[in-house]
């Protein structure tokens, strides 16, 4: 899967929904690998991806019993504290950032649903998407 995103285009060419077809066509993969073998395994992905200048977070399982990692997503503004990294949300200079557990107990992190994409442009806008249901085997 990493073949197809990185060979298909240049670095400055990908988008977002590259990186989005380039995770499905893994799910394809781990599906076909599944139904080869005869046997029935969890799938659990929590990821981050950059290229620099957008993100991409991906949150799945492949089976309900077996829930995904969390991941969050938070924007606003950044501040330093003791050598930590915060965001207070709502202020001029605006940063996203994607983690896997929220960073402070302020209400401003959103969680990624489970089986979702979190897509953040350059611009710094954020779209959450379904990874689609044909990808919720087991």
């Not at 990185?6 to 077809?21: A, C, I, S």
């Not at 611009?123 to 919720?136: A, K, R």
Request: hydrophobic residues 40%; contains cysteine.
């Amino acid at each position: 899967w990493l073949q197809k995103l990185l060979w298909n285009k240049p670095p400055h060419d990908r988008t977002l929904q590259d990186y989005v077809e380039a995770m499905q066509e893994m799910l394809r993969q781990l599906q076909w690998i599944q139904v080869q073998r005869k046997e029935d395994f969890s799938v659990r992905i929590n990821c981050v991806i950059t290229d620099g200048s957008q993100l991409f977070g991906m949150r799945y399982s492949n089976q309900s019993f077996a829930p995904a990692p969390s991941l969050y997503w938070s924007e606003g503004q950044i501040r330093v504290q003791e050598d930590e990294a915060f965001v207070d949300a709502g202020a001029s200079k605006r940063c996203v950032l994607i983690a896997s557990e929220k960073m402070d107990q302020r209400s401003h992190w959103h969680e990624v649903p489970e089986n979702h994409f979190v897509l953040i442009r350059q611009d710094l806008g954020v779209s959450v998407q379904p990874i689609g249901d044909e990808f919720l085997w087991g």
